[in-house]
């Protein structure tokens, strides 16, 4: 299972040594959690942060957009370097055109459900998608405990991936940690978010390692 580090938990004072530490670690990803005060109570960072970080690191940017209106800032996020962009089928945009707007410019798109949110709310968009995030803690913060039952709607997307010959990735972000990361393997995940258990694990080398081999 590959790995998509969140630096939600990390020293944003040294958040530069911090991109450094994660490609160090050989993970896949950079998940960027970016978070509006108002689709979760907690606000993050923007599209200036990340224009700041796109040239000290090649690592793809997972971007994660925690947003009441995505689609007000797509663009924005793009220029400023994202790779893929992956939002909410809760908030207020319209999907089709959300998803339309972020393929044009060549940049991978996601959709992503909350815990409360069944998982076939994506089922009608995943011909287009190259992501589906399944959230594992409800969205705002990190150092949450993994909802294991999460993994129901990993099961149910691999299910409808193979039935429908479709190639998208099953990514989960949430409380993923060394024991949570084998009940994700398991269940068919493709790319994990790890936050909390990264950065302060005092192996986070191992720690990738150990889930690169599940
Ligand atoms: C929570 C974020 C997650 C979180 C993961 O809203 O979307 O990416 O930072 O962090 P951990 O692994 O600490 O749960
Ligand atoms: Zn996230």
Avoid at 131 to 160: C, D, N, R, Y
Avoid at 184 to 213: K, Q, R, S, W, Y
Wanted: charged share 25%.
């Amino acid at each position: 299972m590959k790995v998509s580090p969140s630096i939600l938990t990390c020293d944003f004072s040294k958040i530069g040594e911090e991109i450094h530490f994660v490609e160090e670690t050989k993970a896949d990803w950079l998940h960027l959690d970016i978070m509006d005060g108002v689709f979760v109570p907690n606000l993050t960072f923007g599209p200036p942060v990340i224009k700041r970080l796109r040239p000290l690191t090649d690592l793809f940017f997972d971007v994660h957009l925690m947003m009441q209106h995505p689609d007000w800032l797509v663009d924005a996020f793009i220029d400023a370097g994202a790779n893929l962009i992956n939002f909410h089928v809760e908030s207020d945009a319209n999907i089709e055109e959300t998803i339309a707007k972020i393929k044009e410019r060549d940049i991978k798109v996601g959709l992503t459900v909350k815990p409360n949110t069944p998982v076939d709310s994506v089922f009608p968009y995943l011909d287009s998608l190259d992501l589906v995030l399944v959230m594992t803690v409800e969205p705002g913060f990190g150092g949450q405990s993994f909802m294991e039952e999460q993994l129901e709607k990993v099961k149910a997307l691999v299910e409808e991936r193979e039935k429908r010959n479709l190639s998208f990735t099953i990514e989960v972000d949430g409380g993923v940690n060394r024991k949570t990361a084998e009940a994700c393997a398991n269940a068919g995940v493709d790319m994990a978010v790890v936050g909390n258990a990264l950065f302060t694990n005092p192996d986070p080398i191992g720690l990738v390692l150990a889930i690169h081999e599940l």
